[in-house]
């Protein structure tokens, strides 16, 4: 049995950039940021940020493009992808995700709601809704987990 599947719950990097293939069928392309928050052997809070590729093609690639822009919050559920070609002599790589469905977040810097304060956000401020995850403080030992 084999599973090539890949989500990712991140921000947008840049703003989508849509092609179109020679068929007509439209493509864009984007990058997602997802953070990872961690404590390391002295006991220091780390945090590291990984980058991901995104290809969307068709009508979810159209709405991408037109919705989605730099800082907003994206889930994307794909496959990964790894092609390669030539350039100048040398053989390039590129691994990606391609998307089989794309939902987007909420926009950064909406004034659409409220805080719990009942203050307005200030221009590109995050919104706290109350319904952020919360990253354990603790390393995981893989003794702990039950199966």
Request: no cysteine.
């Amino acid at each position: 049995m084999y599973l090539n599947k890949a989500i990712i719950i991140g921000n947008l990097v840049r703003d989508p950039e849509q092609k179109s293939l020679p068929s007509g069928i439209a493509v864009t392309n984007f990058s997602v940021a997802t953070n990872r928050v961690y404590k390391d052997r002295d006991g220091n809070r780390q945090e590291s940020t990984d980058y991901h590729n995104i290809v969307v093609f068709g009508r979810q690639a159209e709405n991408s493009a037109q919705y989605l822009k730099k800082g907003q919050n994206v889930y994307v559920e794909g496959r990964m992808q790894t092609r390669s070609w030539e350039q100048d002599g040398q053989k390039k790589y590129r691994t990606e995700i391609i998307a089989e469905r794309v939902q987007f977040g909420p926009k950064s810097g909406s004034m659409s709601g409220t805080s719990k304060t009942d203050k307005p956000q200030a221009q590109g401020a995050p919104v706290d809704d109350g319904n952020q995850i919360e990253y354990p403080e603790d390393e995981i030992n893989p003794e702990d987990i039950p199966f």
